[in-house]
């Protein structure tokens, strides 16, 4: 039997009421989301279970919401002795993945969120920026599209989320321009994303420093497991690549495609998403027909991924 990886969703997997049922079947989870209170100094936990939706949204909560979610349903596994061999996550999920892989602790990494939330929010005025995905293009095609759209501005790919799907991200003019010449290169669709900020792309250049400050107070350890980082999709087990890594992916493009590709070239054959949704498994299954997915987020996806892991229930 292959190995075994953790996956862990990144910004637009969050809904009202994610974690509620963890943290109602499993005293593992009550007491991540006790320890996410703690560290912010108010209830996160209220705003992931009760809403409401419009505060949830905000980038500055989305980030720690999901993190907090996904470290739930890790630790609900693992009390289960289920324990990857290998972890990733999409953007935000890295600060899961590092999480579950023992690099961050719980308290630094909803800390770091919450002000990488901020900071994005603040480095492009309302209005300035904008995201979209494209369908059925492939990413060199993606890639030339922006450039030539850009006539001085910022557009470019920002997640490489599937063969066939990538999100570019920069100007809101320019990503209007790349628009056009995106069908004329025979895109399928081009869909415009309901994004607060333009993420992973030039304009999140300001958010480093800032950043770099935040994660200066972090504790680092060494990974326990390799971290698939979405910069280089490469595996890393050096504390000391950690943070440079982090503040790269904050105006870098995630290679989630790549990231994929590598945990299978690492022997990985099932893949748990951890946390809200099923955004991953559906892009998984677009990247590689090999791998079996499962994903937790509550009780009902917990038993349905342990009888198909072998786990205790």
Known sequence: MGKLAFVFPGQGSQAVGMGKGLVEAFPEARAVFAAADDALGEKLSTLCFEGPEETLKLTANTQPAILTVSVAADAVLR???????????????????????????LHDAVRAVRARGTFMQEAVPAGLGAMAAVLGLEPKKVKAACDAAAEGLVVSPANYNSPEQTVIAGHA???????????????????????????????????????????????????????????????????????????????????????????????????????PGKVLSGLGKRISRELEFFNVEDAASLDKALQGLGGAA
């Not at 030039?202 to 950043?211: H, N, Q």
Request: proline share 7%; aromatic share 2%; net charge positive.
């Open 79 to 105: 009390a289960r002795g289920i324990r990857p061999d290998c972890v990733a996550g999409h953007s935000l999920g890295e600060y899961s993945a590092l999480v579950s892989a023992g690099a961050l602790k």
């Open 173 to 275: 003019q320019a990503v209007a321009r790349a628009e056009g010449k995106l069908k004329e290169a025979g895109a399928r669709r081009v869909v415009p994303l309901p994004v607060s900020a333009p993420f992973h792309c030039a304009l999140m250049e300001s958010v480093k420093p800032r950043l770099a400050e935040v994660l200066a107070r972090a504790a680092l350890s060494a990974p326990t497991v390799p971290v698939v980082t979405n910069v280089d999709a490469r595996a890393n087990a050096d504390a000391a690549r950690v943070v440079p890594l982090l503040l790269e992916q904050v105006s870098a493009p995630v290679r989630w495609t790549e990231c994929v590709q590598e945990l299978q070239r690492l022997g990985v054959t099932r893949l748990v998403e951890v946390g």
